[in-house]
């Protein structure tokens, strides 16, 4: 995997992100942070194109909300709104992915996982209990084969 800093993005890039193909068949993934385009080139299966993405945007919700305390705060970060937006669109895999990232590096998903999957496995007596509600979600993952 390859990453370079590009032009700015095209004018129908979304805010933060956006996904090019070349003639080649090679797909770019391209993260939008600060107004500097940063592109990485991508070979892979469609359903594994919007990981590099995902990690990006996950690697800048975890450095700017981990010191936070709100849980409203933390869910208003525009980088964990852009990974529901990815989910609108492939929602088995970013799912996972945010599964897989509660699991390896924790963090307060518990709003945007309750919009990827559409439910939440979390009682109402865990519910501010971050231990506990991260087990909850990690516990509903494995029943359902989305993460080992």
């Known amino acids: 995997m390859t990453t370079q800093t590009l032009p700015p993005p095209p004018v129908n890039a979304g805010r933060n992100s956006y996904a090019l193909e070349d003639s080649s068949g090679a797909t770019y993934v391209g993260i939008v942070i600060d107004d500097t385009a940063t592109t990485v080139t991508v070979s892979a299966p469609r359903s594994e194109v919007m990981r590099p993405e995902f990690r990006a945007l996950a ?3 975890h450095e700017a909300t981990g010191h936070l305390s709100d849980p409203d705060r933390i ?3 525009p980088a964990l709104k852009r990974i529901i937006e990815l989910g609108h669109h492939n929602r088995a895999d ?3 992915y945010a599964l897989e990232d509660l ?3 924790g963090g307060h998903w518990y709003a945007g996982l309750r919009e ?3 439910e ?3 009682p109402p007596n865990h519910r501010g209990n ?3 509600m991260k087990q909850d979600w ?3 993952a494995r029943k359902r084969d989305i993460i080992s």
Do not use: E, M, Y
């Open 59 to 61: 690697d800048w919700w």
């Open 75 to 77: 869910a208003a970060h």
């Open 94 to 96: 970013i799912l996972r």
């Open 103 to 105: 699991k390896s590096r």
């Open 116 to 118: 990827l999957a559409g």
């Open 120 to 122: 939440s496995p979390v």
């Open 130 to 132: 971050i231990r506990l």
């Open 138 to 140: 990690l516990q509903w």
